[in-house]
């Protein structure tokens, strides 16, 4: 019989050189989250405002209901650079420096989502604080206190009710209507706190939110990076940051929906003095569903206003003063200081011309 010779059997080398490479992976895993996880307590312990509870932490009160860390001042800001302000919270948890149990009937309540609120501008910035300041400068003793937190419909109710559980009286109200979002079929019932518990829309979304609420690393990380164009750009393009067009939503035109909104509105209203103020969303001027958002919120006033509801529409004001989209922040879909301060004297306007005393 013929014998075939062999080397050397090549296995115990293979299994050494994989053996050595997982080691190196191994070591690179462990000295990377060593390392960001040193990174991640620097930043926390350097610069708290990076951290994920310092985000502007909204807190559920009871079930779908959330308002401001009561007695709390936290940092708000843009990573593209667009403001970086501070919100002051109350004890009641709303971001206004008066209490409601000092309102009386003559006064008015200022309710609404992040837009009434006032996301990225100054406390006395807001239209409800130039409402204020235009009664004091025509010397009418009449306030106007600001009850807002980003809800919708269904929330506005419920922080109305919370309000008045804390000793408001609420009998005159302006409700700031967000036609980028604030449109939906109510018939669920549900408030923007209970669809939060719902999952992300795709697997990307999901684990920046999770990041997000988890990181102050990632946080600070995303502030620098977008704080120039170059970088921010990049971070568009992987998916990692979102342009304003991606921040900005977007209606369809659905008659249901409309219906539904104007129903809640008005049983929202029922009881109480009401004027309704239309937000516009910034869709109307740019991108891809002008048509759509132009008859969306053409009929929806026209809606109301047929429903018996006392109306302000901005958009024509807007448009007459010139470049609509300078009331907006450039990275931002929320209204800047110009157009804060234009609503503000609309508001009054509305309110000494109508049937309001």
Known sequence: MTQVATGPDPCPIKTSRLRRAAAKVLLLTVTLAVGLSLMELVVRWRFPYFCPAAQVPFRLVTNGLAVGPAGQTVRMATPKGDYNSVLRFNADGFRDEKRVTEATEGDWFALGDSYTMGWGVEENERFSNQLEQEFKAHELPTRVFNIAIPDNFIGYGRLLRYAEGCGARVRRMVVGVCMENDLRDYRDGLGAWDLMGQPAATSKEGLRRWIKEHSALYIAASFELQRFGPTRRLLHKLGIARSIDELTGHNVWNETVLQASRDELIKLGTGREMLVLLIPS????????????????ETFARMLREA??????????????????????????????????????????????????
Request: one cysteine or more.
């Open 282 to 297: 910034r869709n109307l001027w740019h991108g891809a569903h002008i048509a759509t958002e132009q008859r969306v919120h």
């Open 308 to 357: 018996g509801l006392s109306v302000l529409d901005v958009r024509p004001l807007m448009e007459a003063a010139g470049d609509p989209l300078s009331c907006y922040f450039k990275t931002d879909p929320h209204w800047n200081a110009r157009g804060h301060a234009l609503a503000g004297r609309a508001l009054f306007k509305a309110i000494q011309e109508g049937s309001f005393p």
